[in-house]
């Protein structure tokens, strides 16, 4: 499997609160990814980064934030959350590199806003 | 707009048979990339396999090979000699890079594959 990390695994929160999701990889990937991935399974790119201070919003609108202070480090906040934030949220990485743009993923942060 | 379609929300094969899973896409572009990915249940995402529009032969992994049809704008994977560890779901992506080095992933709704012993 890929060295790319993902905390916590499992999340229960209540509306209001502050969270971070933590995403780290070991590979030296530029390029760094959030998807969330609702209950029917299909995925939606929320955010993505191509370098450190390098971040966009991607297709999906979301209220969540990101921020690439370290290659490695692409942690992802809201503020507060809410019951519509429940969701399963997946972060992938890769090389710019010669690499066929392949994609590694994270285990996913399954999170449920109470 | 790119979109990717996978018709068969679920799908079911028996131990050892043969089973292909459908995958349509569409795009004005010439120049992409298509992958399989396989997400188990409770585990990391991973690819399966990936194929070069531009490339005309048919990429094959072990049990796991593809029928690219550009024209047509298929990419069916196919899994041979199915194993109970096969059991996920599979996404169908679609991948193109714009001028100035972004790209975009499109995933496709997934079919979720069951293999039976």
């Known amino acids: 499997e890929a060295d790319i990390y993902q905390t916590p695994r499992y999340l229960v929160i209540g509306t209001g609160k502050k969270i971070t999701l933590e995403c780290s990889q070991t590979m030296g990937h530029d390029k760094m990814y959030w998807y969330q991935q609702d209950p029917g399974m299909e995925l939606h790119l929320i955010h993505y980064?191509?370098?450190?201070?390098?971040?966009e919003k991607g297709d999906l609108s979301s209220e969540s934030t990101v921020s690439r202070i370290r290659t490695e480090h692409f942690p992802l906040t809201l503020e507060s959350a809410r019951p519509s934030h429940t969701s399963q949220y997946l972060c992938?990485?890769?090389?710019?590199?010669?690499?066929?743009?392949?994609?590694?993923f994270g285990p996913g942060t399954r999170l449920t806003v109470t | 707009a790119q979109t990717v379609t996978q018709s068969q929300p679920e799908m079911s094969v028996q131990e050892a048979e043969t089973v292909t899973l459908s995958c349509t896409y569409d795009t004005s572009e010439n120049n992409y990339y298509l992958f399989w990915y396989k997400q188990p249940p409770s585990r990391q995402m991973i690819l399966v396999i990936r194929q070069e529009a531009y490339k005309q032969q048919n990429a094959t992994e072990n049990r796991f090979s593809v029928n690219f049809q550009k024209a047509a704008k298929s990419f069916s994977l196919k899994i041979s000699d199915s194993q109970l560890g096969d059991t996920a779901m599979y996404f169908c992506?679609?991948?193109?890079?714009?001028?100035?080095?972004?790209?975009?992933?499109?995933f496709g709704k997934g079919t979720k594959l069951t293999v039976n012993p």
């Open positions: 992506a679609f991948m193109k890079r714009f001028q100035g080095g972004s790209e975009k992933l499109v």
């Open positions: 980064s191509y370098g450190v201070n390098s971040t």
């Open positions: 992938a990485s890769r090389t710019s590199g010669i690499s066929l743009y392949e994609q590694y």
